[in-house]
């Protein structure tokens, strides 16, 4: 297929355009770069010996969109371009719905106008809210705490509206858990811009040399050791999720209507047995301290991933050990990510 992949310089993106070439697709890429590097995709076609077309474009710009759209022709379109810093979109929040429930508006239109309704959508378990009942399921209560959270809310209900309007449309709402990891040739990863917000690469810098000591935010959660659960997800695994769900929904046989799938692996990990992971992958000491919770933080998120198991045949087949030996990989060949090395 040909397909349309916004956002496809950044972290998931960039991982799941080599999945998606290594199934035969032909992959064009969206992307105004802005947390983001063409070197990333440079070294996409390295990874997967051929080039991939980068397309200048910001999501805003409904006629940059449209014209994107005419020229590429795509069958298909995943949509990864959004901004997705929680403190950032708190400062900015009218920011946050222009780019990402805007920019999903322009993408839908000019979707529409070319014919093409067949949608992967970049979602996160943040529609979970503050829900407290685990493990998650796609039937869990849905709801968000900050702006960011409401962005994904909100433009998920767009798409389950725009679906059920016209039943030519399919869509896939792909909730991630906490995407960390990288490809195993140590080629592509994270690479965030200033310090770190999520823990795995704040992590991964620690290790480097980069930053001196990780903080843990609160050690007095109900959980076993005190610290944050999580259900970290590898971003291979993710990427392969994407490939999953684009079968599913496409072709004459694809579903229609719109469907959330969890892409999680139904484990949760503590910031402690990360941090002892990490240091088991690197062979470096990561020295930690420990302050007070980070507001909205929750004890602890995991997916029940069964509707993808059972609906897409796919599973995470990553654990924790393999996500920092990748990291590490990385992030130790790379100490700077894209920007000197
Ligand atoms: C965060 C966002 C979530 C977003 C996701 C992916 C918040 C409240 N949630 O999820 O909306 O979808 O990132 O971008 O920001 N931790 C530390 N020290 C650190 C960083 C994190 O102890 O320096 C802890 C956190 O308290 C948490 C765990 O590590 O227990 C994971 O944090 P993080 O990687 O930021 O992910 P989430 O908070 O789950």
Redesign the pocket.
């Known amino acids: 297929m040909q397909i349309l992949v916004t956002g496809g310089a950044g972290y998931i993106g960039s991982h799941t355009v080599v999945e998606l070439l290594a199934q035969g697709h032909e992959v064009v890429v969206l992307d105004d770069l802005s947390n983001a590097s063409a070197e990333a995709l440079r070294r996409v076609g390295e990874i997967a010996g051929r080039e991939v077309e980068l397309l200048e474009v910001d999501v805003t710009d409904e006629a940059a969109v449209l014209a994107a759209l005419e020229g590429a022709r795509p069958e298909a379109v995943v949509h990864f371009a959004a901004l ?4 950032e979109s708190v400062e900015q929040p009218e920011r946050y719905y222009r780019t990402n429930v805007g920019g999903t508006l322009n993408l839908v239109r000019a979707m529409d106008a070319v014919g093409c309704r067949t949608l992967v959508f970049s979602s ?3 529609v979970y809210g503050a829900a407290t009942q685990m493990p998650l399921t796609e039937d869990s209560p849905l709801g968000a ?2 702006p ?2 409401w962005t ?1 809310f909100m433009t998920e209900q767009v798409l389950r509206d725009v679906a059920a309007s016209d039943e030519r449309w399919s869509v896939a709402l792909l909730r ?1 858990f ?2 960390v990891g990288a490809h195993p040739s140590g080629r592509i990863g994270e690479d965030p811009r200033g310090v ?5 690469p ?1 992590i991964a810098q620690v290790a480097v040399g980069r930053r001196e000591q ?5 050690d007095d ?1 109900d959980t076993p050791d005190g ?4 259900d970290y997800i590898h971003v291979v695994d993710l990427a392969e999720g994407h490939v999953a769900a684009l079968a599913k929904i496409s072709g004459p046989d694809g579903v229609r209507g719109a469907h959330a799938w969890n892409l999680g692996t139904g484990t949760g990990s ?2 402690r047995q ?1 941090v002892a992971a990490f240091e088991r992958a690197s062979g470096r000491e990561v020295p930690v301290r420990v302050a007070p ?5 929750v004890a602890t ?1 995991y997916a029940d991933p069964a509707r993808a198991r059972d609906e897409l045949g796919w599973t995470a087949r990553r654990g924790l050990d393999e996500m920092c030996e990748d990291t590490w990989r990385w992030q130790s060949g790379n100490p700077q990510g894209y920007a000197t090395s």
């Open positions: 997705k810093a929680v403190g996160s378990a943040t705490t900050n960011y959270g994904k991630y906490n995407p770190p917000n999520n823990l795995v704040f990780l903080t843990v935010f609160g959660f610290t944050g659960v999580r503590s910031v990360v919770r980070r507001a909205g933080d998120s």
